[in-house]
């Protein structure tokens, strides 16, 4: 699947929050406990296998769950969310903490913002840390996700692009949630500039260029 798992780390406190821990959750322990932090959160971006874990095509994802087993730390995803994780992941409400657009959360000092950016899904959610936006798979590099699955929703996942994650400043960094691209990251100004999805001046021109219409 590609997948990108990323660590936020506060290095003054060295706590840490990881975000879409699916995959190989020893590997992101030993990484998080190589470099000295410690883990305190788990930031999901949406309720999905490949970013959660849980089973998915006949095999089980290793992922939120499993490192909860191994670390003390709460599971933060947007409160449409909680459900789906909670069938996909195995969770139970006390394991996760329910968030809504533009809650903050700490991660040691750092400040964490929760962006709502349905379309992908109806939580799907991105993370702003100094001036570095975690997208999961709202925005990638020149491209978006999906909006032919399940729950996925191609009206507002257009809102989102090109209001809510339009908005940020140019210089803010982007970092995907999947290795669709050679470049690992990029800005919102580039996408701006080159990402189709991002360019469309109105929604119906969007909608009829991904197979939709109102």
Same mark, same amino acid.
């Given at each position: 699947?590609?997948? *990108?798992?990323? /660590?936020?780390?506060?290095?003054?406190?060295?706590?840490?929050?990881?975000?879409?821990?699916?995959?190989?959750?020893?590997? /992101?322990?030993?990484?998080?406990?190589?470099?000295?932090?410690?883990?305190?959160?788990?930031?999901?971006?949406?309720?999905?296998?490949?970013?959660?874990?849980?089973?998915?095509? &006949?095999? $089980? /994802?290793?992922?939120?769950?499993?490192?909860?087993?191994?670390?003390?730390?709460?599971?933060?995803?947007?409160?449409?969310?909680?459900?789906?994780?909670?069938?996909?992941?195995?969770?139970?409400?006390?394991?996760?903490?329910?968030?809504?657009?533009?809650?903050?959360?700490?991660?040691?000092?750092?400040?964490?913002?929760?962006?709502? $950016?349905?379309?992908?899904?109806?939580?799907?959610?991105? *993370?702003?840390?100094?001036? !570095?936006?975690?997208?999961?798979?709202?925005?990638?590099?020149?491209?978006?996700?999906?909006?032919?699955?399940?729950?996925?929703?191609?009206?507002?996942?257009?809102?989102?692009?090109?209001?809510?994650?339009?908005?940020?400043?140019?210089?803010?960094?982007?970092?995907? &949630?999947?290795?669709?691209? !050679?470049?690992?990251? $990029?800005?919102?100004?580039?996408?701006?500039?080159? !990402?189709?999805?991002?360019?469309?001046?109105?929604?119906?021109? *969007?909608?009829?260029?991904?197979?939709?219409?109102?």
């Amino acid at each position: 699947m590609a997948n *990108f798992v990323y /660590i936020i780390g506060d290095p003054t406190t060295r706590k840490a929050a990881v975000v879409d821990p699916a995959w190989d959750v020893d590997a /992101i322990i030993d990484a998080v406990n190589r470099d000295g932090y410690e883990i305190d959160k788990i930031l999901i971006t949406h309720y999905h296998q490949d970013h959660l874990g849980g089973r998915m095509m &006949g095999q $089980t /994802i290793e992922g939120a769950a499993d490192l909860l087993a191994k670390v003390k730390a709460k599971v933060y995803l947007n409160k449409h969310e909680a459900e789906g994780a909670r069938k996909v992941a195995g969770l139970s409400d006390s394991d996760i903490v329910k968030v809504d657009a533009g809650d903050v959360v700490k991660v040691g000092e750092l400040e964490v913002k929760f962006l709502h $950016t349905p379309g992908h899904t109806p939580g799907s959610q991105c *993370f702003l840390c100094d001036g !570095n936006l975690i997208s999961g798979d709202t925005l990638f590099v020149n491209s978006c996700g999906r909006v032919d699955l399940p729950g996925s929703d191609p009206e507002a996942m257009y809102h989102s692009l090109n209001s809510t994650l339009k908005n940020l400043d140019d210089d803010t960094v982007v970092y995907p &949630g999947h290795a669709y691209s !050679n470049e690992p990251s $990029t800005t919102i100004g580039k996408q701006k500039r080159t !990402n189709m999805y991002m360019r469309f001046p109105t929604l119906d021109d *969007f909608l009829e260029a991904m197979g939709y219409s109102r």
